[in-house]
């Protein structure tokens, strides 16, 4: 059987964490710590599910010293990849930690541009790529010079080829992407709200917005709520994960994990509950680590059982 997951990342960052005792806007900041980590969301996917044993190959598009340092560090954790490379300069992302209140916050550059020539040698390799492919992630945001309608035509490539899809965006990316039908979507609460447009105050209503997305052709809403958990709905089953207590380091990357654990889990077939249970677990191990930092398999397995999983009455 084909196990091969593509993680799709078509606006990488090399994400420059800085923390701060008590971040004051306006005010002068003296930096305590400072790190850098490869980063966007297909990457970190990328990282989860090499620390998972599985077979993983990050694409997406690359270019200039950002872009170089960012495939320097994917060779260093011995992860396959096959970008595009672009004439424009990978962005950088930064993230204030504020540690007196564990706050993260999040300033990310909108990219370089991608040409149309680019473009096509990116959509070449890809169609490759995917005779191999069991999963295809499409995670972030879209770079200047790339239509929002981008992960819809990818969705439909894979589809064509039986390749399972997982979506992670927000904005126009998500909504035309839905459009495609894609197999899985993981938005935190707040673009699943601005998608249905509309305030999700309970698990039921959360419960209604995902089901009005899986008639439309998706199978699995995986809902994010930062330490709250998460809610995860199919067409017939509604579940609710709580995480157990951490002291959140940086947050980012958390999503992210949570998307490898769903990944990992298609492959080893687990059912909505578990995969909820390892998606969880895999979020809440990463936000207790620094920077763009991910968990690895062992540390996620020991927390699986302190998920807290009930189902939701709708
Ligand atoms: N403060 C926290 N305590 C425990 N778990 C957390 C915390 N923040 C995030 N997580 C875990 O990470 C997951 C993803 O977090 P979230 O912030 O919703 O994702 P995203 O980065 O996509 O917005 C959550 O479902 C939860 O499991
Ligand atoms: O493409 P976007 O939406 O700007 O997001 C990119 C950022 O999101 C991240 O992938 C983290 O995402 P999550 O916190 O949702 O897991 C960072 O590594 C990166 O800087």
Redesign the pocket.
């Known amino acids: 059987m084909k196990k091969l997951v593509i993680t799709v990342t078509l606006n990488p960052a090399l994400d420059k964490t800085v923390t701060i005792d008590g971040l004051e806007v306006g005010g002068l900041n003296r930096v305590n710590d400072i790190r850098s980590d490869a980063g966007g969301k297909g990457i970190n996917v990328a990282k989860v599910l090499k620390g998972f044993h599985e077979e993983v190959t990050a694409v997406g598009y690359i270019g200039g010293h950002t872009g170089k340092l960012i495939l320097e560090r994917l060779e260093q954790e011995d992860i396959r990849h096959s970008f595009t490379e672009t004439l424009a300069e990978t962005r950088m992302n930064l993230k204030v930690v504020d540690s007196n209140v ?1 706050v993260t916050t999040e300033i990310n550059e909108r990219g370089g541009t991608v040409s149309e020539p680019e473009r096509t040698l990116f959509h070449e390799a890809l169609h490759l790529l995917l005779e191999e492919a069991y999963i295809l992630v499409l995670g972030g945001s879209v770079p200047p010079g790339i239509e929002s309608s981008e992960y819809a035509l990818l969705i439909e490539s894979a589809r064509s080829k039986g390749v399972k899809t997982i979506l ?1 965006a927000d904005g126009d990316a998500l909504r035309y992407g839905l459009k495609a039908g894609p197999d899985v979507i ?6 699943l709200e601005q998608l249905v447009g509309a305030t999700l105050a309970t698990e039921q209503e959360i419960v209604r917005a995902a089901r009005q997305l899986i008639a439309e052709g998706t199978h699995w809403v995986i ?8 809610v995860a709905v199919s067409k017939d089953e509604a579940i609710r ?1 709580r ?4 002291k ?1 380091e940086s ?9 490898a654990a769903i990944a990992s889990s298609l492959i080893h077939g687990r059912s909505l509950t578990e995969t909820l249970r390892w ?6 191990v ?3 680590k620094p920077g763009t930092q991910v968990c690895g398999p062992e540390e996620v397995i020991a927390r699986l059982q302190d ?1 807290g999983i009930t189902s939701i009455e709708v």
Do not use: Y
């Open positions: 564990q992670d993981k938005p935190n609460i707040h673009e809902v994010s709520m930062g330490g709250e958990g998460s994960a995480p157990f207590s951490i959140p947050t980012v990357g958390a999503g992210d994990s949570m998307v998606a969880t677990a895999a979020g809440s990463t936000a207790s998920v």
